[in-house]
């Protein structure tokens, strides 16, 4: 399968503060990557979907504004959360979508927050 | 609102058994059927993918679909202890959206 990437795996950072998440196509290119947010024993939820070249489609109650989503390459898209609280602590995983064939969606490794 | 259910389990099976996971979908108009496999405090891993009516194998895995029943299933023959995980179900319509089940643990003891 096709290879995603995310950096950092983990953040531990204070409350206020904002972290960048930072998804990779590794060898394919994704016009369509998707941001999820999982808690823990919970389902994953869609929290955006990103376009290349275009403003990210927010879910409903989704703060656009607190999670900027920048989707500037066919295989680079970023997740910043600003200004993060504790209840932000989340597992936060992209996913990208081949452009070929049956669409299939990769998931990336996910980057674990924590915000004190 | 487009509903993907799955049973959230655990599900327990011996070593060497068949492990049946199941999943129902709402959307009639749901085209693309995926299954991916999780372990705890890991994303989501695709194994298999349908498309249409039938069975579709893959090593040990088959997805079964039914679109008449809204239904598609993931049997996992000479089940694993590292097949224990949750299972994810995941449609898609028409739309370029994933719905998502929230999953039926898999436990597959020695």
């Known amino acids: 399968g096709a290879v995603v990437s995310q950096h950092p795996s983990r953040v531990i950072c204070k409350s206020g503060t904002s972290v960048k998440i930072e998804c990779r196509s590794l060898?394919?290119?994704?016009?369509?990557m998707f941001w999820y947010r999982q808690f823990p024993k919970q389902s994953l939820m869609l929290m955006a979907t990103?376009?290349?070249?275009?403003?990210?489609?927010?879910e409903q109650g989704v703060e656009k504004d607190k999670f900027l989503i920048n989707h500037a390459s066919l295989t680079l898209s970023t997740l910043t959360v600003t200004s993060a609280h504790p209840e932000d602590s989340s597992f936060y995983i992209c996913?990208?979508?081949?452009?070929?064939?049956?669409?299939?969606?990769?998931f990336g490794p996910g980057t674990r927050l924590t915000v004190l | 609102q487009k509903e993907v259910e799955q049973n959230s389990g655990p599900l327990s099976v011996p070593e060497g058994a068949i492990a049946s996971l199941n999943c129902t979908y709402s959307?009639?108009?749901?085209?693309?059927f995926f299954w991916y496999r999780q372990y705890s405090g890991k994303s989501p891993e695709l194994i298999m993918s349908?498309?249409?009516?039938g069975d579709k194998e893959d090593g040990r895995f088959t997805a079964q679909l039914n679109k008449a029943s809204q239904y598609v299933s993931l049997l996992i023959r000479d089940s694993q202890p590292s097949d224990s995980a949750t299972y994810l179900c995941?449609?898609?319509?028409?739309?370029?959206?994933?719905?998502f089940g929230k999953g039926t643990m898999l436990l597959v003891s020695p």
């Open positions: 060898d394919f290119q994704a016009t369509t």
């Open positions: 995941a449609v898609k319509g028409g739309y370029s959206t994933l719905t």
């Open positions: 349908i498309y249409s009516n």
């Open positions: 996913s990208a979508r081949v452009s070929s064939g049956n669409n299939e969606q990769f």
């Open positions: 990103s376009n290349e070249g275009s403003k990210a489609t927010y």
């Open positions: 959307d009639r108009g749901s085209q693309s």
